[in-house]
């Protein structure tokens, strides 16, 4: 099974950044695909970005396009998301994901979640 850990959520003040971390205990991890998720309060869990198991593709979801970055490091087994410019809007619990090989941003195709890292942007 895979364990996956997010680290480096915080409160920051809009137009300002943070790198969240997601660190898997696995075997092969240069097996999986893996994604971002957020969700806030009230609302769907939404897509933010995945990274294949390659890492040969990325996507990102239009409304943090351009802003978030997404990375993999296979000999540290950590997926990384670099947030920049950041927004209230972006205020939510931010989660890893991974699935065998695939990448997608439909949050059922994953089969593995961490327990996420609260993201809090101040106006």
């Known amino acids: 099974q895979v364990q996956l850990v997010e680290s480096g959520g915080g409160l920051v003040q809009a137009g300002g950044s943070l790198r969240l971390s997601c660190a898997a205990s696995?075997?092969?991890?240069?097996?999986?695909?893996l994604g971002w998720f957020r969700q806030a309060p009230g609302k769907e869990r939404e897509f933010v970005a995945l990274?294949?198991?390659?890492?040969?593709?990325?996507n990102y979801a239009d409304s943090v396009k351009g802003r978030f970055t997404i990375s993999r490091d296979n000999a540290k087994k950590t997926v990384y998301l670099q947030m920049d410019s950041l927004k209230p809007e972006d205020t939510a619990r931010y989660h890893c994901?991974?699935?065998?090989?695939?990448?997608?941003?439909?949050?059922?195709?994953?089969?593995?979640w961490g327990q996420g890292t609260q993201v809090t942007v101040s106006s």
């Open positions: 696995v075997r092969t991890f240069s097996n999986y695909g």
């Open positions: 994901a991974a699935q065998v090989f695939g990448s997608s941003r439909w949050a059922s195709d994953y089969g593995y």
């Open positions: 990274i294949s198991w390659s890492g040969g593709i990325s």
